[in-house]
């Protein structure tokens, strides 16, 4: 009431200022001066007054209107209040199901993490489970094995113990069976040796006798040669004077062999040891052992002057021997003392 009240003096004072306002204005710039100020002093308190009764008029209304205002005010405020609770109850509202969905989730994450160790756990003990078996079975299978290797290794034992006794009777027997043979065949050895050494003597002595006319016909070499001269002589002096000729207990300077089995040895004189006999041979003729301190006696004839060439260091000859000038030997018969 009070607030009306005061509402309605202010707009009447507004009213007078603004009408002062205005006739100083008109006084001042435009020079306008208003005479019958009385008469309009009288009009604005007159349209002041009706704004005052209406002011009253509009305070002083009956309390059903009252009433009827202060229920829509009422209203108005209850709509405020009742739209005031519904925004905080959606804001509570929102906020706990914002809550139940995180409490949803994280009880929903939980699950699935206590899920998945389940099912890791399960893993792990079905995979140590695996292994426990995997061992159980192979050492099963370890003792299976070596069961069955220890039986055959029994039955390969008394199988190999049969066998040796089989073998020692037959070994037994047979021994017996050869000593009887033995003793049969001593005595038939014996009287065959008694007839070879008569029948061997026989033939020594006439071997010996051919041996000495087979050598008679072979000239000595050095009794027909120089042997410090002999490689600067012509081939055809060499052929005339070197055929049927003994080189006896010349020295061994250096030998080889070729891929062909066939030896290749450098011989010299005792008295001439740069003077190089060159001889060429297989296991025809020699079988057996040369060494450089072997002493060669060779039955032959000379096959001209020559030289030691690749063939004869690809053999086995030493290198420095590589160009030296040689006689070579066409070999009847040889004789190694080692």
């Known amino acids: 009431m009070i607030y009306d009240i005061s509402i309605i003096i202010m707009l009447a004072l507004f009213l007078l200022s603004f009408v002062v306002f205005v006739r100083w204005i008109l006084k001042k710039i435009f020079g306008f001066n208003i005479h019958n100020l009385s008469c309009i002093r009288v009009a604005f308190i007159s349209l002041l007054s009706g704004v005052l009764i209406v002011g009253l008029g509009y305070q002083l209304r009956t309390s059903d209107q009252k009433r009827i205002d202060e229920q829509n005010e009422s209203k108005v405020a209850l709509e405020s209040k009742k739209k005031t609770k519904a925004k905080s109850e959606s804001k509570a509202a929102s906020e706990s199901k914002k809550r139940a969905r995180a409490k949803s989730e994280s009880k929903a994450a939980s699950e699935s993490k206590k899920r998945a160790r389940a099912k890791s756990e399960t893993k792990v003990a079905l995979e140590s489970k695996k292994r426990a078996r995997a061992k159980s079975e192979s050492k099963a299978a370890l003792e299976s094995k070596k069961r069955a290797r220890a039986k055959s290794e029994s039955k390969a034992a008394s199988e190999s113990k049969k066998r040796a006794r089989a ?16 003793k049969s065949e001593s005595k038939a050895a014996s009287e065959n040796k008694k007839r070879a050494r008569a029948k061997s003597k026989s033939e020594v002595s006439s071997a010996k006798k051919k041996k000495k006319q087979h050598s008679d016909t072979y000239q000595n070499i050095e009794t027909i040669f120089n042997m410090h001269t002999i490689k600067y002589l012509s081939n055809r002096r060499i052929f005339n004077k070197g055929s049927a000729v003994a080189l006896r207990d010349f020295k061994v300077i250096d030998f080889g062999a070729d891929k062909m089995k066939q030896y290749h040895v450098l011989i010299a004189p005792k008295n001439a040891s740069k003077t190089y006999f060159l001889l060429v041979f297989g296991d025809n003729i020699y079988k057996g052992r040369i060494t450089y301190s072997s002493k060669i006696t060779v039955l032959g004839s000379l096959n001209g002057k020559s030289r030691v ?30």
């Open 167 to 182: 073998k020692s009777e037959s070994k037994t027997a047979s021994e017996s069976k050869k000593r009887a043979r033995a």
């Open 309 to 338: 060439n690749d063939s004869q260091i690809n053999s086995g000859i030493a290198q420095r021997y590589l160009g030296k000038r040689d006689i070579l030997v066409l070999i009847d018969r040889i004789q190694v003392k080692n």
